[in-house]
C-alpha cells in the first residue's frame, strides 16, 4: 500500500508520463503459492482482471487504487460492490474464477524472474545504455535476504530487482542508470 499511495505517483510523474520509463504492470498474488500469505489477494487479483476486461487498462489501475485503499476491508462482496460502483458486473467472471491462470502465470513469470514477494519489481534497460557500475552499485540485505541487486537476463538486458517497498530515490537511480 506504501508503494502505491506514496512512491508509484512519483514514478509515475517524473518517468512514467514524460516517456522516460515504460512501465509494464502484472500480477503477483502469492496465496497461490502459499494460501497462509494473504487470503484475499487471489480474490482481489482476479477482481482486477475482470474489470481490466470489461474497462480496459486505465479502469484496472483505477480499480486497483481502490482495492489497495481499502485493503481492511477486503471481501468477494466488497470487490464485487467496488467494480460495480466504476460501473461493472464481475461476478460471474470473479466467482467462476476466470482469470486463475492468468494469474499462476503472472506469478510463476515472476517467481522464475527472482520475484519473491509484494511488491516486487524488476527494471530492465538495454546493456549498451545501461551505466553498469551504477546497477552494479546498488545492493540491498536484510537479514540474510537480497532486496536490490543488480540482474542480467539470459537476452542480454541488465537492471536492477526490487524486492519490497523502497523509496522513491532507489527507483530513480535505477532509471537514471538507464537513461
Known amino acids: 500500500q506504501r508503494h502505491v499511495t506514496q512512491v508509484q505517483p512519483e514514478i509515475d510523474a517524473n518517468y512514467i508520463s514524460t516517456g522516460k520509463v515504460k512501465h509494464i504492470f502484472r500480477d503477483f498474488t502469492p496465496t497461490l503459492a502459499n494460501p497462509s500469505y494473504h487470503p484475499m489477494s487471489d480474490d482481489a487479483g482476479m477482481a482486477a482482471e475482470c474489470v481490466r476486461n470489461l474497462g480496459g487498462d486505465e479502469k484496472y489501475f483505477e480499480y486497483h487504487d481502490v482495492i489497495f485503499e481499502n485493503q481492511g476491508s477486503l471481501s468477494v462482496e ?87 517497498a523502497f523509496p522513491y530515490s532507489t527507483f530513480a537511480e535505477a532509471f537514471e542508470a538507464g537513461l
Open 78 to 164: 466488497n470487490l464485487k460492490s467496488w467494480a460495480s460502483d466504476l460501473g461493472y458486473d464481475i461476478g460471474n467472471c470473479l466467482d467462476n474464477e476466470i482469470y486463475k491462470v492468468e494469474l499462476q502465470k503472472d506469478l510463476t513469470d515472476g517467481t522464475n524472474l527472482g520475484i519473491v514477494g509484494t511488491p516486487g519489481f524488476l527494471i530492465l534497460m538495454s546493456k549498451d545504455d545501461a551505466d553498469l557500475d551504477a546497477l552494479k552499485g546498488m545492493y540491498y540485505e536484510q537479514s540474510g535476504r537480497v532486496l536490490v541487486q543488480a540482474v542480467e537476463t539470459e537476452d542480454g538486458y541488465v537492471g536492477v530487482r526490487i524486492g519490497g
